[in-house]
């Protein structure tokens, strides 16, 4: 079996013990083994980029556009294969894989772009003959924190950012999927990355990404994923007044009200909500709907979920892909009972014993649910939704705020004024108008408000805002 290193420092490494990437399509199938770094592993990474930060802050954006230009050729040349492992690594169906390692080679060609495009303020100072010049600068080394929903565009979406406005990285991929990231250090090794300007540490959150997150050497952090290593980040960040940013839960509405197109209301809350087997952060689990269309809305929302082919992510028919693990399907299976012992009523969310040994869930759809229970505050991560009826817009809206998070919000609506309403009043940091609440372009601002994100945007230009540092220059010519 192919053991698969770290790379510190331009070197692949290897490690005392290594890890099982196993598929939850078919958990007797080992993908590979990839190295658990140690602490010392992630602190030699951390070295190494320091090493390396003053000459990548000094290369040129000729230089910083060649390397990332060349990987997202790379990982466009290769979606097939890349988007293969993917899927067996993380359980997206194939297309879903192939579409998300094409998402990555577009953010690092995105990026490529921008690396040329650093921009800054020249201003006339209110003091006679003096010039003010604003420029942005490199942050120097950032720890990038990735969860295994998106093995591929997450560690896309940071590396390539960090790595255009001139910083070096160390990156901690989830555990549970390290092979996508991995390509993305083999690309950028073979592109012709200098040593210790991109340095992979793969291994446990409690070694690998404490250590990263309490280093000295470490100026920056962007993390994505659950809400509690989230807040235990920035607490750590607080106290050592490093800049942070923060990507984390969603409870995200889709709100559907009487005068929506049905079929476009239907295929936006099939997709939103149980699509990549609901492991978005950006799914749709609340469905907020008018009691004019509840009925109608629900009987063929129903008919929709019975008919999606759940099985191995492979599998050509497949349309919804196994739970990542064993420990995330029982959570799953566990809110499934809570939804029945809360009043709700349950439609399907059964486990399902298929051909091979993999972690198979049917879609879940809770009725007659209301916002104040666990199963709407709480986020499950899984292929489930609940219906909430609500009397007109107003309450829609007032339901659809009422939660801790702020990520994604939907409406669907033939209405331009609440469509309008909605998008001015919702608590989200992403509106969705007759569209699912998942699925967003790359070169426009990723984000949410309240508990969902915290710290600068991710995504398109905004990106600078949290990969780069602001200096104010004074000159007085004399
Ligand atoms: P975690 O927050 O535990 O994991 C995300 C990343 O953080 C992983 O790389 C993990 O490492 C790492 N990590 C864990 N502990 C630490 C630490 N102390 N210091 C630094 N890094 C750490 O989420 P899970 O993967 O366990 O998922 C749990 C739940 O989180 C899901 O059920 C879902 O609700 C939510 N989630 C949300 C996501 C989102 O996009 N909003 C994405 C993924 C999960 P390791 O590899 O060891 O896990």
């Known amino acids: 079996m192919d053991k698969h290193d770290n790379l510190i420092g331009g070197a692949w490494v290897g490690a005392d013990t290594y890890g099982e ?29 320091r090493a390396a930060a003053p000459g990548w802050a000094a290369a040129t954006p000729q230089a910083r556009h060649d390397l990332l230009e060349a990987v997202g050729r790379k990982l466009a040349e290769r979606s097939q294969e ?34 040329l495009r650093v921009t800054g303020d020249m201003l006339a100072s209110v003091r006679p ?23 591929i565009a997450i560690p896309a979406w940071k590396t390539a950012p960090a790595l255009a406005y001139g910083n070096c990285v160390v990156l901690k991929p989830a555990d549970l999927t390290p092979a996508c990231a991995h390509v993305i250090a083999r690309l950028l090794d073979e592109c012709g990355c200098p040593p210790g300007v991109f340095n992979l540490v793969m291994g446990r959150g409690s070694v690998v990404g404490e250590t990263i997150v309490t280093h000295p050497g470490v100026d920056a952090l962007s993390f994505t994923g659950s809400v509690g290593t989230g807040s235990h980040i920035a607490e750590v960040c607080g106290r050592l007044k490093r800049k942070c940013q923060l990507e984390m839960g969603g409870k995200n509405p889709m709100v559907v009200l009487n005068d929506a197109d049905l079929d476009v209301a239907v295929s936006a809350c099939l997709n939103g909500t149980f699509f ?10 609340r469905l907020i709907v008018e009691d004019g269309i509840h009925d109608a809305f629900v009987e063929r929302l129903v008919a929709g979920m019975r008919a999606l082919r759940v ?4 599998a050509p028919e497949t349309q919804i892909g196994p739970v990542v693990d064993g ?12 939804a029945g012992k809360e009043g709700a009523e349950v439609i399907g969310g059964e486990r399902l014993e298929l051909a091979t040994n993999g972690f198979f869930q049917a879609p879940a759809l809770f009725l007659g649910t209301d916002n104040s229970m666990r199963i709407n505050r709480e986020e499950i991560f899984g292929p489930c939704g609940s219906i909430i009826k609500v009397g007109d817009f107003d309450e829609a809206l007032a339901v659809a705020n009422d939660t801790e998070f702020g990520l994604s919000a939907g409406i669907c609506t033939t209405n331009l004024k609440s469509a309008r309403e909605f998008k001015r009043r919702s608590q989200a940091g992403m509106v969705m108008v007759n569209l699912p609440t998942a699925g967003v372009d790359f070169h426009v ?3 949410g408000r309240k508990s969902s994100s915290y710290g600068p945007r991710e995504q398109g230009r905004y990106a ?15």
């Open 276 to 285: 990549s087997t609901g492991q978005r952060c950006t799914a749709s689990s």
């Open 327 to 338: 420990k995330q399907l029982d959570s799953n299976l566990a809110y499934v009972d809570l």
């Open 82 to 115: 890349i988007g293969r492992l993917l899927s067996r690594e993380e359980g997206k169906t194939l297309a879903e894989g192939i579409g998300e390692t094409m998402r990555a080679a577009q953010v690092f060609k995105f990026f490529a772009g921008e690396a």
């Open 21 to 49: 990437n196993r598929n939850p399509s078919n958990w007797d199938e080992v993908i590979g083994l990839y190295a658990h770094g140690s602490s010392a592993d992630a602190e030699r990474a951390v070295e190494a980029a």
């Open 311 to 314: 099985g191995d992510a492979l």
């Open 129 to 151: 003959d003096i010039d003010v010049e604003v420029t942005r600068e490199p942050v120097g080394v950032v720890g990038l924190i990735t969860p295994w929903n998106f093995p």
């Open 464 to 478: 600078a805002e949290f990969y780069t540092t602001v200096k104010t220059a004074y000159v007085f010519a004399g």
């Open 445 to 447: 601002p990723f984000g």
